[in-house]
């Protein structure tokens, strides 16, 4: 499994993925979104320097993707999807184990109580729960890699 910085030729692959209807109900905003928004949201990602959006692929078949934001407090905000075709085969834990690899920082997830795929591989990859007790909210996970620095 490889990864490789997304771009503007995969529009139409992240917005099929996007739309899926288990993405959706899975997803923080669960709306469905229009090419014309989603084109604009891909652009403007592609030029946000606090932005990146990565492809994974499975010898050379997309398999699934991860987005990381970094925040002014450098906290780096994880988000993915894995391809319809390739859920519940493990995709999803690979791919953010060889993210993962060979990085240091803090990296935090939000998750919907009820994604228990993305819970399960959060805390395979030895995620931790930061929060759960606020009513309507994402669980907080969070992982520190590499050395502290707020020590």
Request: hydrophobic residues 35%; negative net charge; charged residues 30%.
């Amino acid at each position: 499994m490889k990864f490789r910085l997304a771009t503007i030729e995969d529009l139409e692959l992240l917005f099929t993925w996007r739309n899926d209807p288990v993405t959706r109900m899975s997803s923080i905003n669960s709306q469905e979104v229009l090419l014309e928004e989603h084109t604009e949201w891909l652009q403007n990602s592609l030029n946000n320097l606090n932005r990146e959006i990565y492809i994974f692929e499975d010898k050379n078949i997309p398999v699934g993707t991860i987005r990381i934001d970094t925040r002014k407090d450098n906290i780096y905000v994880l988000s993915w999807t894995i391809s319809p075709e390739f859920r519940g085969r493990g995709y999803g834990t690979e791919m953010l184990d060889k993210f993962l690899d060979g990085k240091s920082g803090k990296f935090l997830a939000e998750i919907l109580e009820e994604n228990i795929s993305s819970i399960r591989m959060v805390e395979k990859n030895g995620f931790r729960l930061l929060s759960s007790d606020i009513p309507d909210m994402p669980l907080l996970y969070y992982k520190v890699l590499g050395k502290r620095t707020d020590a």
